[in-house]
C-alpha cells in the first residue's frame, strides 16, 4: 500500500469533505480542450496555494462520499493524459506531482498529490495565461493585487533549491517503503541532488527526449548500472530492481530543468550489525556527484553546480571508514545527515582533480560521526584511500 492509498482511503473512510486541501471529481476529466483547461485550472490553484490531493471517481453530496469509480480499462489512459497535462498544462513547470491508481471499497480511483510550488504563481497555460488558487472547496482566478503579492516574495534561487531537494527527500522517506522507490520505515538511505546553476534561474528545460538513451555518464549511486530509462512527469526515471528481501534498491533521475537526483537504498541499510563500508560511501559519493554533473553538463552546458546530499544511516547503526578486518566502528547518533550544500565550478580539466574538490563533503560525512577530516586524503590533499 503506498502512502497516496493509505491517505485517500482514510479521507473517504472518515467521509472528509472537500477542502482548501481536497476535492473530489465524481468522473474523468474530459479529454478535450474544455477538459484540459479545467485540470490545468486545478493544478494552478492547488501549486498557488498550500497544495492538495484531487480524487477522480468519488462524488460528495450532501457531505456524504459515494465512491463511484473508474473502469479499470480507462485508468491507464486516464493517467497518461493527466501526466501530458501536467507537463505541459501549466508555467513554470510543476515539480513532485503524484498520480497513482488506488482499489477502494472494490472501486477503482485516481488520487493526484499536488504539492504546493516553490516558484510560485503558477499559470494555467491552457486558460489564457490566467493564475488561479483554491479558495475553501472551490478555485478562483487570483486578483492583481494577489499575484504582485506573490511574485514579490518569490524564493531565491538558494531557498528555490532547498525546497526542491526538502520535497524530494520527504517522498522518499514518505510511506514506509509502501511504493517501490521508498524507503521502509527501517532502511537506510541516502539522496544525492546535484543542480545545474545559470542566470539565477531555476526553470531551465533540456531537451530530455533528445537525450533519451545518450547519457553515457549516467549510473546509480553505488554501481555503474541504471537500468532502463522510462519518460515520467518530471523527466527520465531510471529505476533498478528490488533488493532480494524486496525493499528499495535505487533509482536515478534526470529532471527538466536538469537536475540529477540518485537515490539509494543499500549503502547506508544494514539489517544486522555488519557497519556500512565508508570507502565505498566516500568512492561512490565522489563517482555518483562526477556523473551527475557530466550528464547534467551535457544536457545545459552550465558551468555551476550546487551538490545537495542527505543520508538517513539510523541511529546505532555502525560505519568502518578503515577497512582492514572493518577497522574501528563508529555509530550514527542519529537517524538523519542533512549535509550543506557545496558548489562545483567545472573551469577546462576540471574533472582531472574532481576528488579534492569533493574533499569539504567528504570532510563533513567523516566529521558526522566524530573525525575530524576525511582519512583518505594524503598531506598533500590527494586522494589516497587504502588499497
Not at 555518464?217 to 541504471?226: C, E, G, I, P, S
Request: charged fraction near 25%; hydrophobic fraction near 40%.
Amino acid at each position: 500500500m503506498s502512502d497516496l492509498f493509505i491517505r485517500a482511503n482514510a479521507l473517504i473512510a472518515s467521509s472528509s469533505p472537500e477542502s482548501l486541501t481536497l476535492e473530489y471529481k465524481r468522473a474523468p476529466y474530459a479529454h478535450t480542450e474544455g477538459g484540459r483547461k479545467e485540470f490545468s485550472k486545478d493544478i494552478s490553484a492547488f501549486a498557488n496555494r498550500d497544495g492538495g490531493i484531487l480524487i477522480i471517481g468519488v462524488l460528495e453530496k450532501a457531505e456524504v462520499l459515494e465512491v463511484l469509480g473508474i473502469p479499470a480499462d480507462q485508468i491507464d489512459a486516464e493517467i497518461q493524459w493527466l501526466e501530458s497535462v501536467v507537463r505541459s498544462g501549466v508555467s513554470p513547470h510543476l515539480f513532485g506531482v503524484r498520480i497513482e491508481a488506488v482499489e477502494i471499497s472494490g472501486s477503482s480511483l485516481i488520487v493526484i498529490d499536488i504539492p504546493r510550488g516553490f516558484e510560485r504563481p503558477y499559470e494555467a497555460l491552457q486558460n489564457g495565461g490566467r493564475f488561479f488558487v483554491r479558495e475553501e472547496r472551490s478555485v478562483r482566478p487570483m486578483s492583481r493585487e494577489e499575484i504582485r503579492s506573490v511574485v514579490s516574495n518569490q524564493l531565491d534561487l538558494s531557498q528555490s533549491i532547498d525546497r526542491f531537494v526538502d520535497q524530494r527527500w520527504s517522498t522518499l522517506c514518505a510511506g514506509g517503503g509502501a511504493a517501490r522507490d521508498q524507503l521502509q520505515d527501517d532502511q537506510g538511505g541516502c539522496l544525492l541532488v546535484v543542480t545545474p546553476i545559470f542566470d539565477q534561474t531555476f526553470t531551465y528545460r533540456v531537451n530530455l527526449p533528445a537525450a533519451f538513451g545518450q547519457l553515457p555518464y549516467l549510473r546509480a549511486f553505488h554501481t555503474r548500472d541504471t537500468g532502463s530509462a522510462s519518460p515520467n512527469i518530471d523527466g527520465l526515471r531510471y529505476p533498478m530492481l528490488e533488493l532480494a528481501s524486496g525493499r528499495f534498491h535505487a533509482f536515478t533521475q534526470v529532471y527538466r530543468h536538469g537536475a540529477v537526483e540518485m537515490a539509494d537504498g543499500y549503502t547506508f541499510d544494514r539489517t544486522d550489525d555488519r557497519p556500512i563500508p565508508g570507502l565505498l560511501l566516500c568512492q561512490a559519493l565522489i563517482d555518483s556527484t562526477l556523473g551527475a554533473i557530466k550528464t547534467s553538463q551535457q544536457l545545459t552546458g552550465a558551468s555551476l553546480y550546487r551538490v545537495d546530499f542527505r543520508a538517513r544511516p539510523l541511529a546505532g547503526t555502525p560505519i568502518a571508514f578503515y577497512n582492514s578486518g572493518w577497522g574501528e566502528k563508529k555509530r550514527a547518533d542519529r537517524d538523519e545527515l542533512h549535509f550543506d550544500p557545496i558548489f562545483i565550478e567545472v573551469p577546462d580539466g576540471w574533472d582531472q582533480t574532481f576528488s579534492h574538490t569533493m574533499k569539504p563533503l567528504l570532510d563533513a560525512v567523516w566529521q558526522a560521526f566524530g573525525y575530524v577530516s576525511c582519512g583518505y586524503f594524503n598531506d598533500q590533499g590527494e586522494w589516497a584511500p587504502p588499497r
